[in-house]
């Protein structure tokens, strides 16, 4: 189906296209981390957060988070309202995020060797960025297909 767009609406039109794509970046990338996330209690896990044009939160307190949904957790701005010119940023400042996510000092009682239940890689949320970056890609051949 065609749609007709005024000439003066269409860096409107495309600009929202675009904030769309933007707003199921966010969340595509949020799923994926998450699912990736080695977890025992699920800590980690639920440390992930998003911030726009900032970053810096307080990780979620000790305890089981096994069995809670996973939410998308926001950092100085409301998801679903993700803008052009803004940076958002996905972090997690649970003290123990980067050793166990990239495997660098690693604790004493792992030996040395990076390990997690899920068979996890040191690493994965460069992964996860390819695979982020490739739906971007998608996305915005479908957005230039459809405009």
């Known amino acids: 189906m065609t749609r007709s767009i ?6 409107n039109y495309c600009e929202q296209q675009v904030e769309q794509l933007l707003r ?3 969340l595509e990338a949020d799923r994926k981390i998450k699912e990736r996330t080695p977890r025992d209690t699920a800590r980690l896990m639920a440390g992930w957060q998003w911030g726009e044009n900032a970053s810096g939160s307080t990780p979620p307190p000790p305890g089981d988070y096994r069995g809670v949904e996973p939410a998308l957790t926001a950092y100085n701005y409301q ?4 803008k052009l010119g803004n940076v958002y940023i996905m972090h997690n400042n649970v003290e123990y995020a ?3 996510i990239m495997g660098t000092g690693l604790p004493p009682s792992w030996g040395g060797v990076y390990r997690t239940r899920q068979g996890t ?3 994965f949320p460069d992964l996860v960025a390819r695979e982020v970056q490739r739906f971007v890609q ?9 405009t």
Do not use: N
């Not at 998801?79 to 993700?82: A, N, R, S, V």
């Open 79 to 82: 998801p679903g309202q993700e």
């Open 138 to 146: 998608t996305g915005w051949e479908a957005i230039k297909r459809r």
């Open 6 to 11: 005024r000439i003066g609406d269409i860096g």
């Open 24 to 26: 199921a970046t966010v």
């Open 121 to 123: 890689v040191p690493g």
């Open 98 to 100: 980067e050793p166990v």
